[in-house]
């Protein structure tokens, strides 16, 4: 926003999408499901989904991984992060909610109709003594 780019963010939560609106009266914020984006094909220059598809099932990760290229133009940018299995908090996901975790190349397979054109794990200490493990992989749509 702030270098003149317009910013449409989404999020299934309409306390998240409130909240963002608040915080981003310049950006526009829309409640939807990732798997069902509410935009015309190629309407984006980029797409960011960080620690989006952690939270879907394989149907709905399918869907959104779909969308996304669907809603990403034509030599356009798509950034994926997600944490791996060996992330801190692996397992310890409570609350009753879908929580799955990435190696690289489930991320790479995902997307292998896109051009790679960066992907990496990082692995950082913290100051507990414990591991943040994410992959991230940018994409460019062919």
């Known amino acids: 926003m702030e270098a003149g780019l317009e910013v449409t963010g989404v999020d299934f939560s309409p ?6 609106k608040e915080a981003y009266p310049d950006a526009t914020f829309v409640e939807c499901d ?22 879907l099932d394989d149907a709905k990760l399918l869907s959104a ?28 996901r409570r609350g009753g909610f ?10 790479l397979d995902l997307f292998e109709d896109m051009e790679t054109v960066e992907s990496f794990r990082k692995d950082e200490p913290t100051r507990f003594g414990t591991v943040r493990s994410r992959v991230e992989c940018l994409f460019r749509k062919k």
């Not at 990732?34 to 939270?55: G, I, K, R, W």
């Not at 290229?69 to 801190?88: A, N």
């Not at 879908?98 to 991320?107: C, H, I, S, T």
């Open 15 to 20: 306390t998240v999408v409130g909240r963002c």
């Open 34 to 55: 990732a798997s069902a984006l509410p935009f015309q094909d190629e309407t984006f220059d980029y797409v960011v989904a960080v620690h989006v598809m952690e939270n």
């Open 65 to 92: 991984a779909s969308e996304m290229r669907r809603v990403l133009r034509t030599g356009g940018y798509l950034l994926v992060r997600c944490f791996t299995p060996d992330d801190m908090r692996s397992g310890e």
């Open 98 to 107: 879908f929580y799955r975790y990435f190696e690289l190349e489930d991320v």
